[in-house]
């Protein structure tokens, strides 16, 4: 089967620059990107490229080429379904806010609506696959749905999650690890996988494009996040020890690394992960465990999360303490607000927990980032729920300058490794601020030395 039709529900962080990378290396294949929300599509096809929803390095020049060639972005979604040979299940799958598994499992009333959606309208065979991470065996559920709802047409379930990770997506959908596609191994299951290993062989290595059956390429996908973030957990769990003994994590973390069977990456330690992934992964992993009755499994991989949450709290009672046990209305600047740097995502980020205690604690805080918007910031706040918006637009204050932010701050936070923030001068800002001047790099970005040696009280994580 030649695949010449893909459609992806779901233009979001995943979506988008998947659908718009392989758009680009298949000029043969026509991408339609559906989604329900319109404002959304309305952006991902404004004009100017540089205005596209979502920020990632490289995006806009790859969606400026094959948009209007062979990527098209529509909320016509029963329309690409119908035309589509292939359609990938690319929507939001986050933690329950209610009911059974509230707070753990992964809700999805969006997957599902995908599922009766696609039933309903497909009047030929079509291969849906899984690009939304999800619990294992969901491709059960969503084979129930369109086989008992369906018109009597053929369908074939694969599993291919994502890897890529936000503000590196071009470069990690371009260059992949690996590519995993997981589906039935019945001789029509095996055409279907055959047909997508095709579509990523256009630009990947055969050797890179790993086949599997369903169950182990969803459940691969929740194991590899739960040890990426496992090694954040680790690496912050000994910050803390540093701090103590005197020993400095960043030169604990390069000795380590440097053991080709620890390695070196993601081991620095920070402020906490954040991201809307890693969480909602490993409380879903939780809750699986625990629902086939594995508590030792659940409380092993719970830990991960109860240590992130230590950590960004850790670094805000770090902020009180230095800070002679009170920052009420002490103006405490933030640099970064995202959850990573080259993203305007901020999604669980840490800044988000740590503005949240300081406000409890009564500080001003005026923050700079280069990408995020100051009614994104406001709504992210908003959402915990902690105060009134209105106390909220009060104890915050956006500058769109890291100088202004600044200008009379009793301390700065850096929560996000922006690039920039190592390239300021740092003389000048520490001259504009109240003394003594205080600096907490959650981010272990800034060169001691050099801050020490202008005046700065310098804290960065795990020293
Ligand atoms: P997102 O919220 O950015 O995008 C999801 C989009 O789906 C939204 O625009 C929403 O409007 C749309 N949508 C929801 N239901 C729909 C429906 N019935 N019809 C049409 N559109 C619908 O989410 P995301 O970050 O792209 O994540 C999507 C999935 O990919 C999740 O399961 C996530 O866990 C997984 N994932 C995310 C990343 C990442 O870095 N963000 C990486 C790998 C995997
Ligand atoms: C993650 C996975 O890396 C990716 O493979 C998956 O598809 C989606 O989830 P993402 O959340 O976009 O990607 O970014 P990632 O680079 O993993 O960073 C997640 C968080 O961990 C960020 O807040 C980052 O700052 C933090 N981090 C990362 C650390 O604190 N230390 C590290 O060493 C690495």
């Known amino acids: 089967m030649k695949i010449t039709k893909i459609c992806c529900i779901g233009a979001g962080y995943v979506g988008g620059p998947t659908m718009a990378v392989i758009a680009q290396k298949c000029p043969h294949i026509q991408v339609t990107v559906v989604d329900l929300n319109e404002q959304r599509i309305k952006d991902w096809n404004d004009p100017n490229t540089d205005n596209i929803p979502i920020y990632e390095p490289g995006l806009s ?16 979604v029963e329309k690409a379904i119908d035309e589509a040979q292939v359609i990938f299940i690319s929507v939001n799958t986050p933690t329950k ?17 995908c599922a009766r959606q696609i039933a309903k309208v497909a009047k030929q065979n079509k291969i849906v696959v899984e690009k939304s991470t999800l ?46 596609i997981g589906g039935d191994t019945t001789p029509e299951g095996e055409e279907a996988i055959n047909a997508l290993v095709d579509v990523y062989a256009n630009w990947v290595s055969k050797d890179k494009i790993l086949t599997t059956n369903v169950w182990s390429s969803e459940l691969s996908k929740l194991t590899a996040n739960a040890f990426l973030a496992q090694r954040i957990s680790s690496i912050n769990a000994m910050s803390e020890l540093c701090e103590k003994t005197g020993a400095d994590v960043s030169e604990v973390a390069k000795a380590i690394g440097m053991d080709s069977r620890i390695g070196p990456k993601f081991l620095k330690a920070s402020v906490g992960f954040g991201g809307s992934c890693f969480q909602k992964d490993i409380l879903n992993l939780v809750y699986i465990a625990k629902s086939y009755g ?3 499994v659940a409380d092993y991989w719970e830990q991960v999360i109860i240590m992130n949450d230590h950590q960004k709290r850790r670094f805000s009672n770090k902020i009180v303490q230095t ?60 959402y915990l729920e902690t105060r009134s918006d209105e106390a909220n637009s009060k104890a915050l204050s956006i500058f769109d300058n890291a100088y202004e932010a600044c200008k009379s701050a009793h301390a ?8 920039e923030f190592t390239t300021y001068d740092w003389q000048k800002i520490y001259d504009s601020m109240h003394k ?16 020490e040696s202008i005046g700065f009280i310098y804290k960065a994580i795990g020293s």
């Open 61 to 76: 020049e790859i969606v400026s080429e094959a948009r209007g060639r062979n990527l098209f972005f529509s909320t016509e």
């Open 97 to 113: 806010t209610y009911g059974k598994g509230k707070g753990m499992a992964a809700d999805l009333k969006y997957i599902e609506l």
């Open 135 to 180: 619990p294992v065996r969901t491709a059960e559920a969503i084979k129930s749905i369109l086989d008992n709802t369906g018109n009597g047409v053929q369908f074939q379930i694969l599993s291919n999650p994502e890897f890529l990770a936000e503000g590196t997506a071009v470069t990690d959908l371009l260059n992949p690890d690996r590519i995993l």
């Open 294 to 296: 594995l508590n030792e």
């Open 323 to 382: 800070l002679y046990n009170t920052v009420a209305d002490k103006k405490i600047a933030f640099l970064g607000w995202a959850f990573k740097k080259d993203t305007n995502d901020t999604r669980e980020s840490a800044a988000i927990y740590v503005a949240d205690d300081l406000i409890n604690e009564q500080a001003k805080i005026s923050v700079y980032d280069p990408k995020v918007s100051r009614n994104k910031m406001l709504s992210d706040l908003d």
């Open 412 to 419: 700065i936070a850096i929560l996000t490794e922006w690039d």
């Open 436 to 451: 003594p001047a205080f600096l907490f790099d959650g981010r272990n970005i800034l060169d001691a030395k050099h801050l």
